[in-house]
């Protein structure tokens, strides 16, 4: 993409202007020109204006209400596209309309960029010296990481992500670390797993009553379950019992029902043959009717005779009539053309006496009233009527700011006679700052005293906190000298826990002793200040009265030095304003002259005399084009005239031909219309007769071809029925639906006996041949069923005997809150290393990943960077090494120096080989413009022209606008390739 025009409507102090960019392009001029504003103008429109929030400046124009303008640019994709980003949301409204008409927002100018963001842009195509100053202290892996950062991302976002991610790890886990929440929850597990290993050697036993307790819970599970079975299987049984009869029908109806398994008969078979013979003979019926009826209507045609002299010139009769109303419509028209030739030959006449047209009628043609010129006038009107009103505004607002200056001079001048000499102003200040000085320590004395009085309370009720203290502990010592004494006598281990004691009550003394020194001390220092502020005591006495009215004096006086200080710059700011106006109103002065001469020349183009009022050229304008079009309009119209007379005169002459053929005498045109109507009717009649005597015949004989197929149709569904069936005659099939009615019987009442009975009982019926047979299960099923109950209570007996035992154990240790406590434990430490173990995954990944790059894209962009170096520094640096500590380049001579030995013009000289040779690894995913903010500022001569040719290398692959105030360096640009920005002159 390349950069063809920008119009800037106002942005900044710079207000409507408009640049046309080449391929390499020279902003120049002095400070304070507007370099800056244009470099962050075209960041501004093609990525957004910058919000409140950020720090960036916006640059909203302060003498216009514009914000914003407009980019128009090369793409190799889309062709000519049109940036425009005005004044609206925080970002501003974009607007992008491409060559071929269409338009979008945000979303097809992201697609325009690539989907390059701002800080992608800044970091790869948009940088001064100021971007890698420290580049000398980089080494080999924060290089690789900054340029990887930058060719991923375009900024240092997954340097930070890694940074980030190291130290949440370090917060979870360090090898000999303490404090990580790894580290200490290790530490937590270690002695609850010694806790738990101990409690677990308490309880040997409850192991085995553990088992015991599943064991019996298993067996009475499955006696349960055993029991609900047979007990599922008796209910059954009992049900087969009671309705052992109805079973026993039930089963012989479905052995009958087998019987009938290979019958098959269609479903309502024997009324469909019904319903189709009845049909078969209503159709052969209507059959019979339909050729009797074609018989009488053929006989009928014989007898019908079409006689008709004009018979074989009915055509040509029939063209000639149907041109009647054409004919008419010529006539009529041509009335209608003669009347409105006169009108627009009066017409013309009218409007070039009212013009007052210095041209001949035949001159019409040749006046211009193309849109161009239309436009010329609505331009030249509208420009003057701007130009004139612009100056009426001027003249007023000129007139307003002089009123304006004038009420700023006198209120200047009011302040001054208010303004205290500087001498006696700087002396009141000195006075008022040494009295509050004083009363400030005043201040502190006062809150020194309160410290004092509360300290010296506090160490007196320790004093005597101290005594009882003293006086319990000397007491306890000898009980606990007695105590050990007997413990030694008696051989008892005892004696140590009276040491402790005694060793406990002589540190808390000591404790008391020293604290109650600490405060005497803090004392005697708090007594040293107070004898401090002492001395200045009475003079804050004496100048408390008059630090009152200095403090307001001074007030007064800073309030009005400020204000008079905002009136001057006023003052300023405001004959600024009147100079700007008076250079504006000379402008629109020279503008109306110009465009009086435009207006005064487009009067001749038209033909209008030189005295015709301006105001009323756009109407003339107008007229002239409707001049114009009534004069093509009247030509049009004459030629049209003549045409339709020549087709009269044609069709009267063919008239006139065939009717003194066929010795038919003929007056007028309107007469022959009349007797070809006559002679057209006689022969239709005849046709229309003859052609409804064939169209009845027609219709029967496709009634008949229908009714035949009907006849067919019916015979091969009877014929299907029967095949369906399986029968070979009427007589076979109706047999067959006699059977299909006796097996729907025998279903129906199958179907009604097995509702009454369920599929389990059914299938269990089958199983017993004889009714005692089932009487015999059921009486051994409730025998097996009172064992089974007998069984569940033993052995629930002995399952509250178990769990009783096992609650003593639990209730005597706390094995099991260890184990839960050891568990909640280990899973705490789980979650906290699987979230190490994500940051750790995390590092790793990006890691190999800058890596990759360091073995694939680093070697690549640092040959580029030393390609672009050697031409920097003609030839005598050809190599850059990147070492694990630092960057070293190699001169022509084989030696070797660091980046920090460089000069500060040889390091920036090597910054931007890195920043082009960046900026060429990319050319075939972005190319996009590169913006350079004085790149060879510390360059000499030589090394500037190196600067140079390397631009115009990069100039084929990349646009560059080039920024800088230097004129050395603009003496290397063509004449076309310098914009010269001027620096606002502040009157």
């Known amino acids: 993409m390349k950069i063809t025009q920008l119009h800037i409507y106002g942005y900044g102090k710079l207000i409507n202007k408009v640049y046309a960019i080449e391929d390499l392009q020279l902003f120049f001029g002095e400070n304070e020109a507007g370099k800056s504003t244009i470099m962050s103008f075209i960041h501004s429109i093609l990525f957004g204006f910058p919000t409140r929030q950020q720090s960036e400046l916006r640059y909203e124009p302060k003498e216009s209400t514009e914000y914003g303008g407009k980019i128009l640019c090369a793409s190799e994709k889309h062709g000519k596209v049109s940036v425009e980003r005005i004044k609206g949301k925080a970002a501003g409204d974009v607007t992008v309309q491409f060559e071929d008409g269409t338009s979008g ?93 101990e409690a677990r050697e308490k309880n040997k036993q409850y192991g085995p009553l553990q088992e015991e307790k599943q064991s019996l819970e298993s067996a009475i599970s499955s006696m349960e379950e055993e029991k609900e079975a047979l007990l599922k299987e008796k209910e059954v049984l009992q049900v087969i019992e009671e309705q052992w009869e109805p079973l026993t029908e039930l089963v012989a109806t479905a052995t009958k029902l087998e019987a009938f398994e290979d019958v098959y008969f269609p479903p309502q078979g024997a009324e469909r043959l019904n319903a189709l013979k009845a049909e078969w003979r209503q159709v052969s019926s209507y059959l019979e009717t339909l050729d009797s009826k074609q018989r009488k209507l053929s006989e009928k045609l014989e007898d019908t005779q079409q006689s008709s002299q004009f018979i074989s010139e009915s055509h040509q009769v029939e063209s000639m009539l149907a041109q009647q109303p054409v004919f008419i419509k010529w006539k009529d028209d041509l009335s209608e053309l003669n009347l409105e030739i006169r009108a627009l030959h009066g017409g013309i006449k009218e409007s070039m006496r009212e013009l007052d047209l210095n041209a001949a009628e035949k001159d019409i043609p040749t006046i211009n009233t193309g849109m161009v010129m239309g436009d010329r006038i609505e331009k030249a009107l509208r420009e003057k009527t701007k130009c004139q009103n612009e100056r009426e505004t001027l003249l007023n607002q000129l007139q307003e700011e002089k009123e304006a200056m004038y009420i700023i001079e006198r209120k200047c001048d009011e302040l001054e006679e208010l303004l205290m000499e500087e001498e006696e102003y ?115 006495m004496d100048e408390d009265a008059s630090l009152e009215t200095s403090e307001k004096v001074i007030r007064e006086q800073m309030e009005i030095r400020s204000e008079w200080k905002q009136r001057i710059l006023q003052m300023e700011e405001q004959g600024a304003k009147i100079e700007k106006l008076n250079r504006q109103a000379e402008s629109i002065k020279a503008r109306l002259t110009a465009e009086h001469q435009s207006i005064e020349k487009m009067k001749s183009e038209l033909y209008l005399p030189a005295e015709f009022p301006a105001e009323w050229l756009r109407d003339a304008f107008g007229k002239l084009k409707e001049l114009v079009n009534s004069h093509e309009k009247l030509q049009r119209l004459i030629e049209e005239e003549k045409i339709l007379q020549e087709k009269i005169d044609d069709f009267s002459t063919r008239c006139e031909e065939w009717f ?90 199958y179907e009604g006996m097995k509702t009454r009975v369920n599929q389990q009982t059914l299938d269990t019926f089958i199983g017993f041949e004889f009714k005692e047979d089932v009487t015999k299960r059921l009486n051994g099923l409730g025998q097996r069923i009172n064992e089974l109950i007998k069984e569940v209570s033993s052995c629930r007996k002995r399952m509250a005997s178990v769990e009783h035992e096992i609650n003593l154990l639990e209730e005597g240790t706390g094995y099991s809150r260890l184990l839960q406590e050891f568990q909640e434990k280990k899973a705490d430490l789980r979650e906290y290393v699987m979230k190490w173990s994500k940051f750790t995954l995390a590092r790793e990944s990006l890691k190999k990943t800058i890596d990759h790059y360091q073995q694939t894209k680093m070697p690549n962009v640092i040959a580029l960077a030393e390609e672009n170096f050697s031409v920097l520094t003609e030839g005598i640096y050809h190599t850059i090494h990147v070492s694990d500590e ?27 080989s890195i920043r082009f040779a960046l900026v060429r690894s990319f050319r075939d995913i972005y190319k996009l413009p590169l913006l350079i903010d004085d790149g060879a500022v510390n360059f000499d001569r030589d090394r500037t022209n190196a600067f140079q040719k390397l631009l115009r290398t990069m100039e084929k692959e990349h646009q560059i606008i080039l920024f800088t105030c230097h004129p050395h360096i603009r003496s290397y640009f063509k004449e076309n390739e310098v914009i010269l920005l001027e620096k606002a002159v502040v009157v």
């Open 660 to 749: 003194i053929r066929h010795s038919i005498t003929l007056t007028t045109v309107e007469e022959a219309f009349t007797k070809m109507k006559s002679i057209i009717q006689d022969i239709e009649r005849n046709k229309l007769i003859h052609e409804q005597i064939q169209s009845e015949i027609e219709s029967l004989r496709l009634g008949r071809e229908q009714s035949l197929s009907q006849v067919k149709k019916i015979d091969d569904e009877i014929h299907s029925l029967l095949e369906e069936a399986g029968c070979r005659d009427e007589e076979e099939f109706r047999a067959l639906s006699l059977q299909s009615e006796e097996r729907k019987v025998l279903l129906a009442s």
């Open 426 to 540: 700087q002396a009141l200040q000195r006075k008022v700052k040494q009295q509050s000085y004083s009363r400030v320590s005043q201040q502190q004395k006062i809150w020194v005293e309160n410290q004092l009085e509360e300290g010296e309370k506090e160490v007196k009720e320790k004093r005597k906190s101290f005594s009882s203290q003293l006086l319990y502990s000397s007491i306890i010592t000898l009980l606990m000298a007695g105590f050990s004494a007997w413990a030694i006598l008696n051989d008892s281990s005892m004696w140590t826990f009276s040491i402790m004691v005694i060793a406990l009550l002589a540190i808390n003394l000591w404790k008391t002793r020293q604290y109650v020194n600490e405060k005497l001390t803090h004392l005697a220092n708090l007594r040293r200040k107070i004898r401090e502020f002492s001395g200045g005591a009475i003079e804050v």
């Open 105 to 197: 927002g945000e979303e097809a100018l992201l697609d325009l960029l690539g989907s390059v963001d701002k800080t992608t842009y800044r970091n790869i195509f948009s940088f001064n010296l100021d971007g890698l100053q420290d580049i000398h202290k980089l080494k080999k892996e924060e290089l690789n990481r900054y340029l990887f950062s930058a060719g991923s991302t375009g900024t240092d976002l997954l340097l930070q992500m890694e940074q980030h991610w190291q130290k949440e790890r370090e917060l979870l886990f360090k090898r000999s670390g303490r404090k990580p929440l790894i580290n200490t929850k290790l530490g937590e597990l270690k002695v609850l797993e010694k806790n738990v290993a």
């Open 886 to 912: 630092t960057i070293e380049v190699e001169r022509k001579d084989g030696m070797r120096f660091q980046a920090v030995e460089l000069s500060q013009g040889t390091k920036e000289q090597l910054y931007i």
